[in-house]
């Protein structure tokens, strides 16, 4: 009898537990559901602030990107780059990036927008309004809502008041069902001029990077005429060759890809008049050739790791320096200590940081020495050639490392990128002393460029008048569109905060 008690107890403890086991489950599935329901009453899906009701998890790490707020100078880090990108507003401003937060402010923010509005001012709004295009879910909702056409038209300052909420939501997700998306349609122009699969066509591991590459490419302005006459800068991706350095110069230096007839440049050196293309930030593209990229690890993957909160498995939407979140971001796969797998990935950047070093000097030296070149007398089929080197190797070295995580991305092709641009511009060094030797100069011997102010110098600026004007923009024109955004309705006011505006030059003004 007493045996019988013993077995019903226990069958009966059995029985509860698996109830509970399967009402646990059941809460999980739920909450998975509930993930992906659809939420078609999302008032205004600009806002990211609207989705938190639904996804709070998401919503909340996402938020988190503002903890990433470190500024670096690169320029006062780098002070050879003023040289490099004399002529070029770069040669002004540049930041290494920092959380997704900070996207508009940092745009806003950068000299190399200038100051319009600003009475007077040495430079209005030199950039085409493309240069808004990686920083907000309001540029998809105007290339929406107005059309490509009028959204690439135009100067920068054109929405200053319509683009005002930094990446979020709706720059990856479709309003309704939160299913990943991506908005702009230049992603998809350039993955077929690649041969490549479009985003729908893609799986669903590929839109894990897709959407990152959205903004995290290279890219160029293509200056395309429309049925009134009227001219817009759009986005483009120079994939026709191919996904690596070497193939996109390819493509640029083949004038029959442009609509002029002639080799691509952004803008030509004021210093040695090299017609330069300046690389933006191929990450997606280096990610391509690395061996995570190969076995088809995602940027997700390493950037948004799947993260447990109670019955409850989401992305990490904390986009940041995946090093800080080793446990979830790579012990999932790889079985070495955390601390083992640092200082392989620390010895990556080391070797870069060596190369990029050696490379960017020989480059300003050899736009200084081609300048002294043209001051001397010589002529255009003399440096022809010269000029060809110095092109060849800048945009090596720029798309070796504009892409800022490139050295472990794809460790390979960027130190390779890197030998091959300190070769081009070597050779353009040995080309010069011969021109300069020609012209009866001996033994030159570039300027110095150590600090930022010499080397803002050589290339021309005048920095106290640049930036007294930028802060003069900033008290005028920059408060005008944000009180018409919020006069508007278009500001998401939960989400940005005004109280943490800076930038490097902040502290040089005085
Ligand atoms: C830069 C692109 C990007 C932004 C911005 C972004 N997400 Fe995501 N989101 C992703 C990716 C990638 C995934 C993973 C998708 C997958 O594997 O199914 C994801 C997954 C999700 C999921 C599915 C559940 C999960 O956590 O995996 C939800 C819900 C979601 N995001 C909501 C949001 C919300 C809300 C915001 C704004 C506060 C947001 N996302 C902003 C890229 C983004
Ligand atoms: C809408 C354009 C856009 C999309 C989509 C986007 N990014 Fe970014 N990302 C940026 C910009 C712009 C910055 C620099 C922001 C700044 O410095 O103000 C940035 C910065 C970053 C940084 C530096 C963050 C830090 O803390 O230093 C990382 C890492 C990054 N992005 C990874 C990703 C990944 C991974 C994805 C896809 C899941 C992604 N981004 C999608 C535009 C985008
Ligand atoms: C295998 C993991 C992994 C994958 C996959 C990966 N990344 Fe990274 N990424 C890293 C690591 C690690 C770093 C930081 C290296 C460092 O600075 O120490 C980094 C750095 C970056 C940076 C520079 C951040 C900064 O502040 O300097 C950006 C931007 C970035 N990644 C974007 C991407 C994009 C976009 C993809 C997909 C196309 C991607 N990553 C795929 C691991 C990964
Ligand atoms: C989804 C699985 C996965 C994740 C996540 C992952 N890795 Fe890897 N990793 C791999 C694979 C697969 C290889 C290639 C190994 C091989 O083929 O020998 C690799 C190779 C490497 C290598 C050597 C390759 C080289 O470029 O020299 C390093 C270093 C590395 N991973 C670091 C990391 C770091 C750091 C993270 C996290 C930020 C990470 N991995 C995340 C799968 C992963």
Redesign the pocket.
Known sequence: MKKYTILLVCSVAAIVLLGLLANSINAKEDERKELLNTHADIINPIFSSEWQRYYPREYDSWKQ?KE?KRLEDMVKKWPQLAVVWAGYPFSKDY?A????Y??VQ?NVNTLRVAAPGVPNSSVQSPLPTACWT??SPDVVRLMETKGDMEYYTGKWDKWGSEIVNT?GCY??HKADTAELKVGRKYLNTGLVAAGLSTFEESTHQTKRDL??A???SEYYFRGTKYEDGKTAMVVTLPWKDGLKADDMMKYYDEGANFPDGKPFADFVNKISKTPIVKAQHPDYELHTTGIHGKKGVS??DC??PYTQEGAVKFSDHR???PLRTMDRSCMTCHRESEAKLKAVVKEKYDRKESLFAITVDNLAKAHLEAGKAWEVGADEAEMKSVLNLIRQGQWRWDYAVASH?GFFHAPDETLYTLAKANDYAQQARVALVAVLAKHGVSNYSAPDFDTKDKAQKLAGLDMKTLIAEKLEFKKTLEQEWLKQAKENGRLDEKIRDYKDDVSSYFGEAK
């Open positions: 990107t990433n930041n990036p920092r959380g997704h900070y996207a940092d990686c920083k990446i720059d990856c959407v990152c959205q903004c995290h940027c997700a950037h948004m986009v940041q320096n995580g």
